[in-house]
Every structure is written in structure tokens, then in C-alpha cells.
């Protein structure tokens, strides 16, 4: 059989493009070097480190806050085996959930390494070796943790992200190299489950790509719970021995640190993945980072090749790989679809958590544009009283002579839910006069948005 489309890794990227194409009535394959559908994301990403960071946000709130809620139990234990078991069962619930949405569509997955033997046909090396014939290929193949050239992830005692998901044990202290999302996050899991956590980052912020505030302000919330961080620090050597891992890094006034752990996550960031796909037999290049390249519309230099996700530029996010996997589905339909990249909202998943979408403070700084500036600290709303979560801000950016909205960082309570109206009054542009006199349900934590609107405009906010 001949297809109409076939996509190369079932990631959000991959597997939302298949059934978008299915939907609009393309016949599709998809091909999966693994047994489970569902990339990075689903598999070692985004979902496992939520479902864990909500166990250890549970096991945080039972020792830190429930005597003051009035509520009095025994010291609670931790099973992490449970933990790790419940993680894999979220986990198996989401990829069980897109086989099941691959048969829904129609989509044939063939499970195997996929390569390009020419532009019309891939080769998939699985238990037997397979050849699909086809019109359009979209290359979905994500990403790879990356490291630096001196360290040897030996995947024991130095670890990704993928071995930080499946720990036997809780380290005693866990060193992170990298003190982006991924570092963090993982980073409060086990901080909140007992580890010492040092993060030793190069730049001198955390987040370093988000809104400075942001930085700053959950900088002080991760050192309340226990959290240390060596900023401006350069690593030089990483040495894992059977039982724990020596790091050693150059500091600020050039002296060396030396911390001794059981553990430490290399989270450094991703690499786009393309290994083995036999781009040189089509021609395919990619750029010094690794990534495929493409044209605005994500076509790449063959002409009916496209390439989506973590595999080429942009923010390696889920949610930008899904809308680039539409985008290239309505694209093939003969439909007009476009993305506001600078809409794409990111999001970090610690508590408090952090979001932000639109221009950070220091992108404005640098354009040179003319900005006013409204926040609202979670301390004055009620709702973040009664659930004892006071820490966090709201910060709007907004153009001074037009009022348009033009950034909105949140770091609070469910900040990552709440970013999304941030989007919408963004994507209708918005000004941050008409966000303040629309109704907010009190008292939620939205209302501090509202706030913060009010604040960057000529009114000023009510509760402040
Ligand atoms: C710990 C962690 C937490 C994260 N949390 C979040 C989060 O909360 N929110 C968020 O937005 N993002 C998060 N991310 C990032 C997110 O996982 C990625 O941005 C997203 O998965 C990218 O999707 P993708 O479809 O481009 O690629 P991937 O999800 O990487 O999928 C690519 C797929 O292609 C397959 N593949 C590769 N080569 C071949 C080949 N030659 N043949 C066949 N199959 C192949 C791979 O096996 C894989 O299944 C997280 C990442 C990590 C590591």
C-alpha cells in the first residue's frame, strides 16, 4: 500500500500530526522505534515528572502543612517503590491511550528504527525489516538529553532525566548540573522527598530564558525548601565511582568547588535527534545544533519532507511540537494554518509553579520599546491564603502608549492553568485595561492577573 503521509516518531509532535492528517482524510502511517507510542512526553518526559511531582507534592504538604490545616496524622512515610510503580501505571494509562487513538484514525504504526532509503521511502528496521511506500514524510524524531564533552553519563550514579524517573532509592544528595525546567523539577522532587539538592548552574540565574522576576522569585521559594544553588559556576569534572559521584566546578572568584553526592542529573539541555534516519540519502542538512532545517512552513529542503518538534527550532515544548504537527497536517490539506511562536507559553511545573508567555521584561529592555510594568503579589488574594500558597507575583507587561498586552509572567499556585488566559487575552491582543474590567471569579487565583492588569494601567490595582 501506498500512503499519503507518513511520520517518523509518535511524540506529541508525531502522533497529533498523524491523526490531524487522519482527520482530514489522508491515509497515515506512523513509525516508532519503541513499544510505546508517545515520545519523550509520554514515555520520560512531561507526564512521568508530573505524576512524580504531584506524589511529592503530596508527601510535602502531609509533613509541612497539614498540622496547620488542623489536620493530624502519623509522620507519613514514603514507599517510593509505590511511587515509581504509580508514576509507570500514569505513564502506561497515556500511551495505551494513543494506540488506542491510532486505531480510532485508522493510522497503521510500525514499530522499528526508521530510515530514508530515498524522499518516497522509508525503510523500518523492527523485528522484521519493513518498507514504506509513500507521498509525504514528516520527520517527528525529537530529542536526546545532551551533555558536555567531559562528562560520562554512566546512567548509575551520573544520570538524565531518563534515570532520574526510575531511582531505586531516594538519593541523599543529588547534584544537578543545570538549573533549567528539567534540572528544577526533578530537582523538587526529591528535595521535597527528603535528598539534598545542589544545582550548579553556569549562567547567573535559574530559568535563565524566562522573565528575571521569575528567576528571582523562584530562586527564593526553591531555597525555602531546602534547595542550594551555585550560580556562576563552571563545571570542570564530573567523576561517578560505584557508590556516589564528586563534581567539581570553578567559581565565580576562581576558586573550585567541590561537592561530594550519591547522584547527579546532567540536565543540561536536549539535542535534536537524528541518528540513523539516513538524512544523507536524501539530502537533508542540518544546522551546528543538529537540527533539521526548514523553511517557515516546516518544509525542509525536499520538497515533500517536513520536519517538526524537537527535531528543529524553537522551544523544545510539547505543546509547540503539537501545534507544529497541525500546522503541517492543514498545510498538506491545502489549508492556510499559521503560529505566533511568540505566543507559545512556557511553563515550569515546581511549586510555586512558573509561566510565562510574550516578552520577558529584558526582551523589551533590549527592543528598546517603550513598556509599563503592573504586579500583584499572591500574598494579598484570598484564595492563596485559604490554601496557604502566598508565595508568587503576577507581572503584565504592557506597550506604554497603547496599552496592549505584551508579556504575563505568573509564579504561583496553578500559574501553568492559568497562563492560558494569558494566551487568549494575547492571541485577541488584548490591553491590559480591557483584562482588568472583565470579571474574575472570586476568589480564585486569576484574580490576581486582573490585579496586576489593573496596576499596569492608569487605575492601579484595588487590593494593594
Ligand atoms: C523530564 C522531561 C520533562 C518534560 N516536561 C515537559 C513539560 O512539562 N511540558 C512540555 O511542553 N515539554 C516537556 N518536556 C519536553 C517534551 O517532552 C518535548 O518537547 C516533546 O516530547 C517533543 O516532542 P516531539 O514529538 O518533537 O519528540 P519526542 O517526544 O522526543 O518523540 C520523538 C519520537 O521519535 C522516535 N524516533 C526517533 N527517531 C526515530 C526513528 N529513526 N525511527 C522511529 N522512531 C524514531 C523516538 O523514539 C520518540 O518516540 C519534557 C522533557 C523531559 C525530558
Known sequence: ?????????????????????????????????????????????????KALLDSSHHYHDAEHTFKEHGIEIAKPKINFEQMIARKGEVVKQNVEGVAYLMKKNKIDVFTGHGSFVDKNTIKVAGEKEETISTDKVIIATG??????????????????????LVLKEIPKHLIIIGGGVIGLELGSVYARLG?????????????????????????????????????KHKVTEVKGTAKTVTVKADTPK???????????????????????????????????????????????SVD???AIGDVVKGAMLAHKAEEEGVMVAEQLAGQKPHIDYNL??????????????????????????????????????????????????????????TDEILGIHIIGA??????AAGVTAMEFRASAE???????????????????????????????
Not at 414 to 419: C, F, G, P, Y
Open 1 to 49: 500500500m501506498k500512503y499519503d503521509v507518513t511520520v517518523i516518531g509518535s511524540g506529541p509532535g508525531g502522533y497529533v500530526s498523524a491523526i490531524r492528517c487522519a482527520q482530514l482524510g489522508m491515509k497515515v502511517a506512523v513509525v516508532e522505534k519503541y513499544n510505546t507510542l508517545g515520545g519523550t512526553c509520554l514515555n520520560v518526559g512531561c507526564i512521568p515528572s
Open 143 to 164: 530529542s536526546k538529553p545532551s551533555t558536555l564533552p567531559f562528562i560520562e553519563i554512566d546512567k548509575k550514579r551520573v544520570i538524565t532525566s531518563t534515570e532520574a
Open 195 to 231: 535528598s539534598q539538592v545542589s544545582v550548579v548552574e553556569y549562567f547567573d540565574k535559574i530559568i535563565p530564558t524566562m522573565d528575571s522576576t521569575m528567576s528571582r522569585e523562584l530562586t527564593k521559594s526553591l531555597k525555602k525548601l531546602g534547595m542550594k544553588f551555585y550560580t
Open 254 to 300: 576562581g576558586e573550585v568547588l567541590e561537592l561530594k553526592g550519591d547522584y547527579c542529573l546532567v540536565s543540561v539541555g536536549r539535542r535534536a535527534y537524528t541518528d540513523g534516519l539516513g538524512l544523507e540519502n536524501i539530502g537533508i542538512t542540518t544546522d551546528k545544533a543538529g537540527r533539521i532545517e526548514t523553511d517557515a512552513h516546516l518544509k525542509t
Open 304 to 306: 515533500n519532507i517536513y
Open 344 to 401: 507559545i507559553p512556557g511553563v515550569v511545573y515546581t511549586w510555586p509553579e512558573v509561566a510565562g508567555v510574550g516578552k520577558t521584561e529584558e526582551q523589551l529592555k533590549e527592543s528598546g520599546m517603550d513598556y509599563k510594568v503592573g504586579s500583584f503579589p499572591y500574598k494579598a488574594l484570598g484564595r492563596a491564603r485559604a490554601s496557604m500558597d502566598t508565595d508568587g507575583l503576577v507581572k503584565v507587561l504592557a506597550d506604554k502608549n
Open 414 to 419: 496553578r500559574a501553568a492553568d492559568m497562563i
Open 434 to 464: 480591557d483584562v482588568s474590567r472583565m470579571s474574575h471569579a472570586h476568589p480564585t487565583y486569576m484574580e490576581a492577573v486582573k490585579e496586576a492588569c489593573l496596576a499596569a494601567s492608569d487605575a492601579g490595582a484595588i487590593h494593594m
